[in-house]
């Protein structure tokens, strides 16, 4: 048994032939240490980049359902009395109200005839 001129363990056989290469264990230890590394620093990061992904939608959810608020207003002439007035109507959500992502339902204010925004 010998490391060879490209670092790599190989088995030597009596007529002097190698027969099998393989790494050592200390370059197996330092590869999984590496991935270990990698993976401490990448994980986190996806985590958090899809928890912003859903605050970004949840904020766009909202800005829609005002915007449709103001068009009920202004081809109706009066403000809606309840949310789900605009959010059932096809006419204003035709494949169906925005949802929260995070399961959270949206809150319509009659006194600011707003949806507003709320915190995850």
């Known amino acids: 048994m010998g490391v060879g001129p490209d670092g790599i363990m190989s088995i030597q056989k009596e007529n002097g032939m190698h027969s099998k290469k393989a790494f050592t264990l200390v370059e197996l230890l330092v590869v999984v240490m590496i991935l270990g590394a990698l993976a401490a620093i990448a994980v986190p ?3 958090s980049g899809a928890t912003n992904a859903k605050i970004s939608a949840c904020e766009t959810n909202v800005d829609l359902v005002n915007s449709q608020i103001e068009l009920y207003y202004a081809s109706k ?5 309840r949310l789900p007035v605009i959010t ?4 204003y959500f035709p494949d169906g109200a925005p949802q929260c992502p995070f399961g959270t339902n949206y809150q319509y204010n009659t006194a600011t005839h707003r949806v507003s925004g709320h915190n995850h």
Do not use: C, T, Y
């Open 77 to 81: 002439g009066a403000w809606p009395g």
């Open 88 to 91: 059932a109507d096809p006419n």
């Open 45 to 47: 990061r996806m985590i």
